[in-house]
């Protein structure tokens, strides 16, 4: 911390407080991180103020530690930083005060121009849920998705669905994944095709959610081709379409690139088994381990199949 040649020293303070904190010197811990917020060669406070929430919290300051990060949203840069909201209303909740903690999330999803609103309207989402308020977090996630300034959609999109199975309604949920898969330049997909197939299946609708997925697997220009080939094979076998699984899985093994195939090659050795096909599910491993020679847990499935 005296060496004038570092210029951003925040992880030192973050490290020197952590040993002071082990060595049992929480105060002295609390008054070091201070003066790195105070210091104005810090060039990112943020993680000092995390750290000195913390250090609160385990010396049972936990008001004082709020009080601090609540005094901290009122600066002009750590006010966008959506990480002290986050972890503020952590504390609240752990003190089992989540009103105010809900509120302190609202309070950062008022703020103009903020990063990323993401995980503030997903928290905030969970803590109303657990109050039984799951009208007001439903609510809560359909502004996040209209919010043009929250960036992941999907992810709101998914957790939106997955509050409305809570409250017994899965049609819903459906239409929910369903309305965010038409959803025009909406990012990572994937995980609402994903989500979405999962949710038929449960509604008996398991040949639909297939032809989801089946849908998804020949978009131009879709992510997570691996993860929805899988998904699918999944759902064939659970209707005992195995030879149809293992046909899929085998166009994408021997297909185009699409990432690393390890878990398709475990998938169609696994379906290949439980129809009886040991033979073709080994000289399938051995092909794969041709391809990945360093995946250990393909390696250790090869030997136990063989």
């Known amino acids: 911390l005296a060496d004038a040649r570092i210029i951003d020293k925040k992880d030192i303070y973050c490290l020197c407080a952590e040993l002071m904190m082990k060595n049992n010197q929480i105060d002295e811990a609390a008054e070091l991180l201070n003066k790195g917020i105070s210091s104005k ?22 008001d004082t530690g709020v009080k ?6 009122s600066l002009p840069v750590i006010s966008l930083e959506p990480s002290i909201y986050l972890v503020c209303a ?12 809900v509120k302190v999330l609202k309070q950062g999803l008022l703020v103009s121009n903020m990063k990323d609103k993401d995980q503030l309207y997903k928290m905030c989402a969970e803590m109303l849920e657990k109050q ?4 007001d977090a439903i609510e809560i996630l359909e502004t996040g998705i209209a919010d043009k300034s929250a960036h992941n959609h999907a992810y709101l999109y998914k957790t939106c669905s997955e509050i409305i199975v809570k409250d017994g309604r899965l049609d819903d949920a459906i239409e929910m994944l369903k309305k965010g898969i038409s959803a025009p330049a909406l990012a ?9 197939a999962k949710l038929m299946n449960k509604a008996g609708r398991t040949q639909e959610g297939i032809e989801l997925i089946e849908k998804a ?25 195995h030879n149809d699984a293992i046909k899929l ?8 690139k699409i990432g690393n195939l390890v878990s398709l090659y475990q998938l169609c050795a696994e379906l290949m088994i439980s129809t009886k096909q040991h033979e073709k599910a080994v000289s399938l491993l051995k092909k794969g381990l041709a391809i990945y020679p360093k995946d250990k847990n393909l390696k250790l499935f090869y030997e136990k199949v063989r």
């Not at 810090?42 to 936990?62: C, R, W």
């Not at 993860?227 to 005992?240: E, P, R, S």
């Not at 899985?249 to 185009?256: C, D, E, R, S, Y």
């Open 188 to 196: 990572n997909k994937v995980v609402l095709f994903q989500a979405c």
């Open 90 to 101: 952590k504390l609240l909740f752990r003190a089992r005060k989540i009103d105010d903690a």
């Open 217 to 241: 697997i020949q978009m131009p220009g879709m992510t997570g081709q691996v993860l929805l080939y899988q998904a699918c094979a999944k759902l064939m076998a659970g209707i005992n379409r």
């Open 249 to 256: 899985l085998g166009k994408a093994i021997n297909g185009p």
């Open 41 to 62: 060669l810090i060039q990112d406070p943020v993680p000092l103020y995390h750290k000195f929430a913390t250090i609160m919290e385990k010396s049972g300051n936990t």
């Open 68 to 73: 601090f990060l609540k005094a901290a949203m």
């Open 132 to 135: 039984g308020c799951l009208d």
